[in-house]
């Protein structure tokens, strides 16, 4: 799967791209990520990528010939094809919500761009005109896009058995075919008792059966 991040602040990204999970998934090949700045693309002169918006209002809007310019740049040919050639998805407040529904989606695509807003947001004629969805990560509002873009990033990694260095355990996380879509039981650790605070007998038990049985009555 490859992942193409349009943004403002590539180095947003450099501590997220050097942990062990996602640097495992890229070296597994199970990932590629390339991040493009939309003001190399800017056909404006100084760079320049945002603009105020008309009826007036507070802050500045991504212009839509500059994000179109970065499209055509990456991709070639015309910026409005490019969501034929592959999903372009713009990362939003207002649009479809993320959950494990939408990551199955996305994990089936072999290749997809995310584009990050920033200040106002965007331009409408870029989701018009220029995406194929709307993603948001929750309803609240972000300062850009990059934190959305990492959590996209982040929960589709997780599904490359590389990324976990081979480890069983996205099989049976929360939300998980493996858990039933449900919600992951209460796990414990060492010490067995801390300030009169006991961990469930049963999970001491090394009863494989009732201990199943266990996990699986207390799925949320
Ligand atoms: C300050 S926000 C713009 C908010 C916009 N004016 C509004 O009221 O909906 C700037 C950018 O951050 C990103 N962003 C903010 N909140 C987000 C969320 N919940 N999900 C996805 N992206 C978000 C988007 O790319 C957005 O264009």
Redesign the pocket.
């Known amino acids: 799967m490859r992942i193409d991040i349009f943004t403002l602040f590539p180095q947003w990204f450099n501590w997220f791209f050097q942990q062990r999970h996602l640097t495992n998934a890229i070296q597994s090949r199970g990932l590629a990520v390339r991040l493009f700045n939309y003001r190399d693309y800017s056909p404006l002169s100084n760079g320049q990528v945002d603009d105020t918006p008309f009826g007036g209002g507070a ?1 500045m809007l ?1 212009r839509v010939d500059v994000v179109c310019a970065a499209l055509s740049g990456v991709y070639g040919g015309s910026c409005e094809a490019v969501r034929e050639k592959l999903p372009v998805f ?6 479809r919500r ?1 959950g494990s529904d939408l990551l199955d989606e996305l994990a089936q695509r072999r290749d997809f761009a995310l ?8 331009d409408q004629r870029i989701s018009d005109h220029l995406s194929t969805e709307e ?11 990059e ?2 873009a990492m959590v996209v990033v982040d929960a589709l990694a997780r599904r490359i058995p590389e990324a976990l260095g081979g480890e069983n355990s996205a099989l049976f996380e929360s939300f998980s075919p493996g858990l039933g879509g449900r919600r992951e039981y209460p796990q414990y650790t060492k010490p067995a008792s801390f300030q009169g605070w006991q961990v469930p007998e049963v999970l001491l038990s090394g009863n494989h059966a009732e201990i199943g049985k266990w996990r699986r009555e207390h799925l949320g």
């Open positions: 802050g991504l713009l990362l939003s407040p207002r649009g993320l584009l990050c807003g920033r200040y106002e947001g965007f993603i948001s990560i929750g309803d609240y509002v972000l300062s850009g896009g934190l959305a």
